[in-house]
């Protein structure tokens, strides 16, 4: 069994460097494979499809970008929410996926500060989920503390 392969996946046409049969596989497994064409929408303006609000039971949400700063940080750290989405869960979770920081916030302005100073240093993931969310949005970021 063999997997097609394309080395440069930024390029287009023939400058792709695509492979046919290129990785062997050790095995044969005999049954069950990759789709033979998977339909990646890039040529769409949309390409998440809104229509899909679950999967397998489970609330869908769309990722968004949250600017952070300064990042790298010692501590303390500033974030900018986007417009009129001031109140919300903020939820901040360490590398390996634990709780650190959860708290309802509400805000006049669009920008949350933090202290992340008595945490270790590491990677830290901070996530928004806006109270009044019919985009079905979360915003998202990653912040290194020194």
């Given at each position: 069994q063999t997997y097609h392969v394309i080395n440069d996946p930024n390029?287009?046409?023939v400058a792709c460097d695509f492979v046919q049969n290129g990785?062997?596989?050790?095995?044969?497994?005999?049954?069950?494979?990759?789709?033979n064409f998977p339909r990646w929408r890039v040529d769409e303006e949309e390409k998440c499809d809104p229509s899909i609000?679950?999967?397998?039971?489970?609330?869908v949400y769309y990722s968004s970008p949250l600017s952070t700063y300064p990042n790298p940080s010692s501590g303390l750290i500033s974030i900018?929410?986007?417009?009129?989405?001031?109140?919300?869960?903020?939820?901040?979770?360490?590398?390996?996926?634990?709780v650190m920081l959860q708290r309802e916030i509400e805000l006049?302005?669009?920008?949350?500060?933090?202290d992340l100073s008595?945490?270790?240093?590491?990677v830290y993931f901070i996530e928004f989920l806006p109270s009044k969310n019919k985009s079905r949005t979360v915003y998202t970021a990653k912040v290194i503390l020194e």
């Open positions: 390029q287009k046409g990785l062997e596989l050790p095995i044969n497994a005999g049954f069950g494979s990759m789709p609000v679950s999967m397998f039971g489970e609330v900018e929410l986007p417009e009129e989405k001031r109140s919300g869960i903020m939820r901040i979770t360490n590398s390996v996926g634990k006049l302005a669009n920008c949350y500060s933090l008595f945490y270790p240093r590491g």
